[in-house]
């Protein structure tokens, strides 16, 4: 880091000293105090929406009769009106890179003030002694201590188990982009501390030190681990990025240790290694709970295998026998790990949880919803009872590990499975009054399990909602089939009280379409022996108060019908690709769900994104 030089005094170097001891500790205090007021108002929000439990609506300030009916301009919604300003600022407020690229306000303010954070201690009281103004002597090897003292945060939040996690109430996915940023951060920073070893004038003499071959190792594997960690990397080939992130960091911590070992700040390395030790512990544990008949607890074979099986051309569904004591909510996801498939045997991958962790398809019994005095509850069985006795997981194809499950699935074949999870957040929707879920392709891993929970909780009491609203854009019309016997149960399902509203739209080609909208009128057809078709399964669903089908859809206008019959709480959770992400981010902007709405009487909307991310 720094050696001593006739060129610099006892003084700076004792200045110096002290100043790479206690500035990263300032800088660690920010960054403490800011992550303790980000889980403040998390934990605050999550406790507030677990007990805002509301059966009566009349005196509720927030809430106006669904249709028509608007409460008067009210000073007293003020502070709903700057909560749901916020929002709308930091969250639906975007900066867009390219199509596929979107930082929203509130990650653009924290990248702006972390980097302007460590800048400014970077290059604070930098003039030396003799009065050098931004002395390098100073900077350079300030810069490197600060960067360094970041990677303790920086390996946590790569991590699916930390303590980050726990503090703020933000699951370990949504702070990945932090994790990144961060890392980013410190890599340019070191890049600076470089630009400084080069032009500082002893650094000719101690080139060829071992202390200073490690901190060129370091960089460079520094530089590798960054590159492959860009977006259209990790994308297109994510088991590069898998390994080469992998090998990258141990290269460059240990290479950084033996760079910082006594010089200075060696102890800011070391607590990676410990952190990134911890979660593989924690994660080998819960590999052994989960998936315990592989490791001789018990008795049989098989419990975990896994089938698989072609629904479209890049959807495979995998399913397999759920552990008795795995649950998980809504929205989760596990990783799973196929070491006959996948290049690496500890490859772990991760995808949503599809299936639904309860007895509802099966236990309750079957409420006619049509209007037509017929009960489909035999015909409706079917496939619906994977959903709440299996783990099922819908697989997008891509390349690497997804295309070789794609091979098996072709023949119907049946893998070997670990199982890591349940991981990620679950929207606790049950204070909310009405819940619009939105999807596109796959997406329905998410949302369809949010519907039926929904659904179950207004069934026991424990939620508020008086409307739900599920829609779903597809590619091709066949892609009903994956789940309408699902869909045909929860409507049938659903009590009086609670109003649902299916809205499926095929943007495939127009004549699939038609065929679609004129399946209702095919409910006379007699089927086949062979089983259910499709027609007549699709006619039950059509016939279902509620279920719409046609083309394209316009998320924006039916959004903002959607907030215009609104009143109370209203959430809206969005799972597909970016474009879907970022048309439903626009849909909810001023004035659709603005200030002057809100002290209007107008609903106070919550968004849930969970975009696509092959990663």
Not at 120 to 133: D, L, M, P, R, W
Not at 255 to 282: E, Q, V
Not at 565 to 578: D, E, F, L, Q, T
Request: glycine share 6%; aromatic share 12%.
């Amino acid at each position: 880091m720094f050696s001593e030089s006739s060129q610099v005094s006892k003084d700076d170097i004792n200045i110096l000293t002290e100043q790479l001891d206690s500035y990263p500790q300032q800088v660690w205090i920010y960054v403490g105090v800011f992550l303790s007021v980000v889980g403040f108002f998390q934990w605050g929000s999550h406790i507030h929406s677990k007990f805002a439990r509301r059966t009566h609506h009349e005196s509720d300030e927030e809430t106006a009769p669904i249709h028509n009916i608007q409460y008067k301009f009210s000073l007293r919604r003020i502070p709903l009106a700057f909560i749901n300003f916020y929002r709308v600022v930091a969250f639906r407020w975007t900066l867009e890179i390219g199509k596929s690229y979107t930082l929203n306000m509130a990650e653009v303010f924290v990248t702006v003030t972390y980097i302007a954070l460590l800048l400014a201690y970077a290059f604070k009281n930098t003039t030396s002694v003799e009065g050098q103004k931004l002395d390098v002597f100073y900077w350079s090897n300030r810069i490197a201590v600060l960067a360094s003292s970041q990677f303790p945060i920086v390996t946590a939040l790569g991590t699916k188990n930390n303590l980050v996690s726990l503090v703020t109430g933000i699951s370990y996915d949504r702070l990945n982009y932090i994790h990144r940023m961060m890392a980013r951060t410190c890599f340019m920073l070191l890049c600076i501390h470089g630009v400084g070893e080069v032009i500082y004038p002893s650094a000719q003499k101690t080139s060829n030190n071992d202390w200073v071959q490690a901190g060129t190792i370091a960089l460079i594997a520094f530089a590798v681990v960054i590159v492959v960690s860009l977006r259209p990397v990790r994308s297109n080939v994510y088991e590069l990025f898998f390994y080469i992130h992998f090998i990258g960091v141990l290269i460059f911590l240990v290479a950084a240790y033996f760079h910082t070992n006594g010089i200075f700040g060696s102890y800011w390395i070391w607590p990676s290694f410990m952190i990134w030790a911890l979660d593989r512990f924690i994660r080998m544990v819960r590999l052994v709970v989960f998936n315990h008949s592989y490791f001789g607890f018990k008795s049989g074979s098989g419990t975990m295998d896994a089938t698989t099986e072609m629904l479209s051309e890049d959807i495979v569904r995998v399913r397999l026998r759920r552990p008795p004591h795995f649950h998980w909510s809504p929205g989760q996801a596990a990783y799973l790990i196929m070491p006959s498939v996948s290049t690496l045997p500890f490859e772990a991958h991760p995808f949503t949880i599809a299936s639904f962790d309860s007895s509802l398809l099966s236990t309750a019994e079957t409420e006619d919803r049509s209007g037509s005095g017929e009960n489909h509850e035999t015909q409706v069985l079917g496939s619906s009872n994977s959903l709440w006795k299996e783990l099922v997981f819908l697989v997008n194809v891509h390349g690497g590990f997804t295309k070789k499950l794609k091979e098996v699935a072709a023949t119907k074949g049946t893998v070997k499975v670990f199982v890591d999870g349940p991981y990620g957040p679950s929207a606790d929707l049950g204070s909310y009054d009405t819940s619009v879920l939105v999807a596109g392709g796959s997406g329905i891993s998410y949302t369809l399990p949010v519907l039926l929970s929904v659904i179950e909780q207004v069934r026991k009491g424990k939620s508020s909602c008086k409307r739900v609203v599920f829609i779903w854009s597809i590619r091709q019309a066949g892609y009903v089939q994956w789940i309408e016997e699902a869909l045909i149960k929860a409507v049938q399902l659903a009590p009086p009280s609670l109003t649902v509203s299916i809205r499926i739209f095929n943007t495939g080609s127009p004549s699939m379409t038609r065929s679609m909208e004129e399946v209702s009128g095919l409910s006379n057809s007699i089927p086949t022996e062979k089983n259910v078709t499709f027609e007549q399964t699709s006619s039950m669903l059509l016939s279902l108060r509620g279920v719409k089908m046609s083309g394209r859809s316009d998320l924006d206008a039916l959004l903002k019908d959607e907030v215009s019959m609104a009143s109370g709480r209203m959430s809206v959770s969005v799972c597909g690709s970016h474009g879907i992400a970022r048309a439903v981010r626009h849909a909810l902007r001023f004035p659709v769900s603005g200030p002057s709405s809100v002290l209007s009487g107008g609903p106070s909307v919550t968004l849930y994104v969970e975009s696509f991310g092959y990663a």
